[in-house]
């Protein structure tokens, strides 16, 4: 097995001040490609960290890659830092230059000395090109370890990885078959309701049984060698009968995403009118470039569940839409939904705590309810059904 490893530098991803979407994007896309990450390190601005923890690295990792650093300001200190473990001098590379002095010019600007800097690496280093900006990347030898330094704007990141790192390491090693992860995402269930169900299966050697709470939903991955693809296939079955109702999609996709292509491959559109959730239905829908007539954020206001069916049913007809999803406001801990079809409309009463979570998570949840109703009706399933730990108080149809 290749031992790899990441490396995040930078204060500002230290001390929290900006998410390492960049570590998780990697660790993803290296785990589908065989590669998974066995540790990831996180060091700040500090050239004797930095040295350190590169030393350090290059006793036990096959490859690193090392993020962020590589800026034309005093405190991008990647390339020093690499050049100062390995005992050389940084050297400046005129192709490089040259380069960066193109990009300014056809952009119209005139380069400033302290890009320069970017220009310099290590005297031993393989240089790697950076298609998109003017940081580019280098790879050293040291130790045992093969380390490749990439700049931190994730654009840059991306590509770099893609078509520089990647094809490197296939070229230099022989990368196993990557593991088979099965996947599928659950509303309305506890995630300690799921393991007490599941805990019992018989797993394939090998094979593990996973749980990723992000509020409102639980992940469960079944993750196996492909080896064991048969075995893992063969269970699956069981263990969607656990999820049972509370599935709401397979895979990665996501909810609104199956929704959008649902909609659009039955030729529905849809209104949304939104109180509670303030758009945000509109926001994952339209992401997904799902087929919205007509969309509303409304002030709340007091609403009986018939009033909210009523007017979501009346919404549809006004607008000639296929369909209207509707969410009221919040009222002494009670919220409506109501979905408005060709063959009625369906509503919802829900009781809600109003202190438990933020309010962020809390309409994050309200969305999740409103686009299930939808997902089930599209599924011509039952839109009113057990939720779990979300209290359906009311229920009404109108033909």
Known sequence: ????????????????????????????L???QGLPLVRRNTVGDSLESLVAILRERSEHADVLIVNGGLGPTGDDLSALAAATAKGE????????????????????????????????IPASAELIDNPVGTACGFAIQLNRCLIFFTPGVPSEFKVMVEQQILPRLRQRFTLPEPPICLRLTTFGRSESDLAQHLDGLALPPGVTMGYRSSMPIIELKLTGPASERDAMLALWPEVKKVAG????????????????????????????SEQFTSGLIALQLGRENAPLLASEVVPSQEETLAQTARWTAERRENRFAGLALAVSGLEQDHLNFALSTPDGT????????????????????????????????????PVAAEHGWITVVEDLYLP
């Not at 490396?7 to 990697?26: C, F, K, P, R, Y």
């Not at 109702?245 to 659009?264: D, K, P, R, V």
């Open 346 to 381: 369906h509503a919802l009463r829900v009781a809600f705590s109003t202190t438990r979570y933020s309010l962020a998570v809390r309409q994050e949840v309200c969305a999740m309810m409103a686009l299930n109703m939808l997902r089930r009706w599209l599924n011509n399933g």
């Open 245 to 272: 109702e509370s599935l709401i999609f397979e895979g990665t996709e996501g909810l609104a995403a199956q929704i959008a292509g649902a909609l659009n491959a039955r030729s529905l559109s849809l209104t949304l």
């Open 89 to 120: 001098a940084l050297v400046l590379h005129e192709a490089w230059l040259q380069q960066m002095e193109r990009y300014f010019s056809d952009r119209g600007r005139v380069m400033a000395p302290s890009n320069r800097k970017q220009a310099e």
């Open 1 to 28: 097995m290749i031992n790899v490893e990441m490396l995040s530098t930078g204060d500002e991803v230290l001390h929290g001040q900006i998410v390492d979407t960049n570590a998780a994007w990697l660790a993803d």
């Open 30 to 32: 290296f785990f589908s």
